[in-house]
């Protein structure tokens, strides 16, 4: 496994501690679950604007790009 960036290995240490399965284990996908739910997640946060909150295109690629090292 190739090292991750402090980001995307706090959302698989989250994703491993939520599972029954250990982080070796090779029936664990949650590094794939995490990056689904993570792509989900910034769908949402490109197309929401409220007078309280403004979210930036930036941001939601953040979440894209911590998905993708992820999947890589």
Not at 31 to 46: E, F, H, T, V
């Amino acid at each position: 496994m190739t090292d991750l960036s402090p980001a995307a290995q706090a959302v698989l240490d989250a994703a491993n501690g939520a599972s029954s399965h250990g982080p070796d284990d090779c029936l664990n996908e949650c590094r794939w679950i995490a990056a689904a739910a993570l792509r989900a997640a910034a769908d949402q946060m490109s197309c929401y604007q409220s007078k309280k909150f403004l979210y930036s295109i930036g941001d939601a690629m953040k979440l894209l790009a911590i998905a993708a090292e992820l999947e890589g």
